[in-house]
């Protein structure tokens, strides 16, 4: 087998980046087979891009405020033409007033975050959709099992580190109902996941659409609700007043955080909505800074899924 090409590029954002901050959000659990960590050998990840399958690795150089950016695959081209916008090039502040203590040491804190725009609309949505309404155990243990299935192992030396990419829209709409059981992903959220992989042209045009726009062509696919799309808009689209609402854990932990109550979606919305606009900006960066609501009592209990061949 002959090599896979490879490609390079350096990028100098013109401010303070942090590549591990931005590229987080992208990591669908400790197991995720298609991002690996930085360990010294930079952030590594397995895209299903436009032109095929790319890996792709990122090597923060903070001594030079620079990006070293590597890529094989037939994707390659596209991954690193879409480098700069992955990693927040286009996230504008403009219009941004922290308006809480906790707020504003967050964005100091975290003065290098940025919100990303993978411009991978499908990439973002079927694992939001697999992780609806249930624990993340069950979540990226499902999409996990699913990858290993149906994707593909990452080209170039993506291979060699055990990384893979997550199946085509072609690929998510294949697989047979019984395997989505068997990766405990019910009829409710299977069919949801190939309803939208079966209009995955129209839906990747959400990335020329307006935010409002591409929220609403989202929810056009029945399953799709609030929060999936949400999902979507903060990975894909870039789009800083996306809050997760709808979420198990978001609104307790952002009303936590500045309130010192647990409440609900409605109070966090009244919260939030000063910051119109921005409000994804502040659940992430809360969320960064460790909001996280004091636990008590335990953990939900992953639910079994059994199959049944047709």
């Known amino acids: 087998m002959s090599p896979v090409p490879e490609l390079s590029r350096v990028w100098s954002p013109g401010r303070p980046t942090s590549v591990g901050l931005v590229v987080s959000i992208f990591r669908r659990g400790g197991g995720d087979p298609t991002f690996q960590p930085d360990r010294g ?20 150089r903070a001594d030079l405020g620079e990006v070293q950016a590597t890529a094989w695959g037939d994707g390659a081209a596209w991954a690193l033409d879409h480098v700069p916008a992955l990693l927040g090039d286009g996230d504008d502040e403009g219009g941004f007033v922290a308006h809480h203590p906790q707020v504003a040491r967050a964005h100091q804190r975290y003065a290098a975050w940025h ?20 624990t993340g155990q069950e979540a990226f243990g499902g999409y996990r099992a ?19 990419v997550a199946p085509s829209p072609a690929g998510w709409a294949s697989i047979p ?10 009829g409710a959220r299977s069919g949801t996941a190939v309803r939208a992989a079966r209009v995955a042209g129209r839906l990747e045009e959400c990335v ?15 399953g799709v609700g609030v929060w999936t799309a949400a999902e979507v808009a903060q990975r894909a689209l870039g789009d800083p007043d996306s809050p997760s609402f709808g979420d198990y854990h ?3 932990n952002v009303t936590w955080a500045l309130t010192g109550e647990v409440l609900d979606d409605i109070a966090m919305a009244e919260l939030l909505e000063p910051y119109r606009g921005h409000r994804y900006r502040v659940q992430r960066l809360l969320e960064l800074d460790g909001a996280m609501r004091p636990r ?14 047709r």
């Not at 170039?156 to 990384?163: D, M, N, Q, Y």
């Open 41 to 60: 050998d930079g952030w590594w990840l397995g895209l299903p891009t436009p032109s095929g399958p790319a890996t792709l690795r990122l090597v923060q």
């Open 115 to 134: 919100i990303p725009r993978s411009g991978l609309v499908m990439h973002a949505l079927v694992p939001a959709v697999i992780e609806q309404k249930v």
């Open 146 to 164: 699913l990858v290993h299935r149906y994707g593909s192992r990452a080209p170039g030396p993506g291979e060699a580190r055990r990384l893979w």
């Open 177 to 186: 109902s019984w395997e989505w059981l068997r990766a405990s992903v019910d």
């Open 208 to 222: 020329a659409l307006s935010h409002a726009e591409a929220a609403a062509r989202l929810r056009a696919v029945p």
């Open 250 to 252: 978001v609104a307790k």
């Open 296 to 309: 008590r009592g335990p953990r939900m209990a992953p639910r079994t899924h059994l199959p049944t061949r």
